[in-house]
């Protein structure tokens, strides 16, 4: 079997990490016993390029258990868990092409591999693997049935391939279940943002400015734990909507120019290119500290940063790099920029991974069994899936709800019972 891998001497530590995630992971623990008798993806070939963590472990074996051939690469550079790559290849011979730390020629590389194994089913986390298929690799487009996208900068790369008309199958926007963006999003970013900055800084959060880029699920996340640590958070926002959300939510709303000398750690997670751009970073005070938690590293503009910078950043710690600036700022770079949960933390916990995972699980089925009917479109996963996640979710979690009466089904379907 073929695999790049940091080490396979790895593997025991890895399991064990598995394991633990698993525990978390009710809902998609149940699926595997279920795909291990109903074999779903018998002769399907899984090719996936996703975070390789302890949680997507759990799906690839999940997969595995219903019968999939499943071959796995890194969604980006700095996510991957060489344990758990080291697991899955030496206990489970799912062949990962993942190191971390990996240049971006091994990282497009890596994911050539994944193609070269021939998938049936994509399982996408930021579009990559299906737009690398789409451009050079267009000899595997003929035996894919279709594929799932896990992220948000995901689905709009793809629903602006539909829209162009060059989309060859059709995609499941895992993303926009509400039993995903609603819960990893939001809760998910939210922890493992502050988490990841954390662990890269040690700094005390209480008392501290934040400013975080956006009002999306994920940045309404980031500044809600950021304000249960004691941040004093300052929002950012394009859009009048979510802007006074976060106005109402209680935060400061303005424009990043003017957050720029007041922000102590600047956190981004819109999706969008340099909303820290060198003008706002010419404007920061000493020792501020630059985050990045959207899918790419565009957020921050990092050649702009190098080019203000008298001499290459100093490491000062594992996932700090300290710029310093020709009037002696010293302006500090988190994860290199890329997504400060995954590169200095270890990605969102497993409990909320486990509904996204339901998800792409499920989605997956969905393709394999409508693959006669569904088109080359970005398609939503089917509120039936939504709503059976959440109920088995409660469920793991002892909580149990009320059902509506006869007398309260009469009345919601009803239009004259009025005052
Ligand atoms: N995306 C964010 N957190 C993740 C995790 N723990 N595993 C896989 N993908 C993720």
């Not at 020629?105 to 070269?116: E, G, K, P, S, W």
């Not at 400061?252 to 102590?264: F, K, L, N, S």
């Not at 899918?295 to 710029?323: C, G, T, W, Y």
Request: proline letters at 3%.
């Amino acid at each position: 079997m073929e695999f790049d891998i940091k080490n396979v001497k790895l593997a025991p530590g890895g399991r064990h990490r598995m394991e633990w995630a698993g525990n978390e992971m009710a809902v998609l623990q149940g699926l595997k016993e279920k795909f291990g008798t109903e074999r779903p993806f018998a002769g399907i070939r899984v090719g996936a390029t996703m975070h390789v963590t302890s949680e997507t472990a759990n799906l690839m074996v999940a997969l595995q258990a219903g019968g999939a051939d499943v071959v796995l690469s890194a969604s980006n550079p700095l996510s991957t868990q060489d344990d758990i790559a080291a697991a899955l290849v030496s206990y489970y011979e799912i062949p990962v092409y993942a190191l971390k730390g990996e240049d971006m020629d091994t990282y497009h590389r890596h994911i050539n591999a994944v193609l070269d194994h021939k998938p049936h089913i994509i399982m996408d986390d930021g579009a990559d693997l299906v737009s690398t298929l789409h451009s050079s690799r267009r000899d595997v487009l003929p035996g894919v049935i279709g594929g799932t996208e896990e992220t948000t900068t995901g689905i709009v790369r793809l629903k602006a391939m539909a829209k162009d008309g060059a989309l060859e199958f059709p995609m499941m926007a895992v993303n926009d279940a509400m039993t995903k963006h609603l819960f990893d999003n939001r809760y998910g970013t939210g922890q493992s943002t502050m988490d990841g900055i954390l662990r890269a800084t040690n700094v005390l959060i209480a008392g501290r400015v934040i400013v975080v880029g956006g009002y999306g699920w994920c940045s309404r996340g980031i500044a809600m734990r950021a304000k249960g640590l004691g941040a004093n958070v300052i929002v950012t926002e394009i859009d009048p909507l979510k802007a006074l959300e976060a106005v109402m939510d209680g935060f400061r709303v303005m424009p990043m120019m003017e957050a720029a000398p007041q922000g102590d750690i600047f956190v981004s997670a819109t999706g969008d290119m340099h909303v820290l751009d060198g003008h706002h970073i010419a404007a920061m005070k000493d020792g501020a500290m630059l985050a990045n938690s959207g899918h790419f590293d565009i957020e921050i503009n990092k050649i702009a940063l190098q080019d203000m910078a008298v001499s290459e950043p100093k490491r000062v710690r594992e996932f700090v790099e300290q710029f310093t600036m020709e009037d002696g700022r010293r302006i500090n770079l988190l994860g290199e920029g890329r997504l400060i949960n995954l590169a200095a933390a270890e990605g969102h916990p497993a409990a909320v991974m486990d509904m996204s995972f339901a998800g792409q699980a499920m989605a997956a089925r969905y393709l394999v069994e409508n693959k006669e009917t569904l088109t080359n479109k970005v398609h939503s996963v089917p509120a039936v899936i939504d709503e059976e996640i959440a109920a088995i979710k409660l469920a793991s979690m002892g909580i149990s709800i009320d059902t509506l009466t006869d007398e309260q089904v009469n009345y919601l379907n009803s239009w004259d019972m009025g005052s």
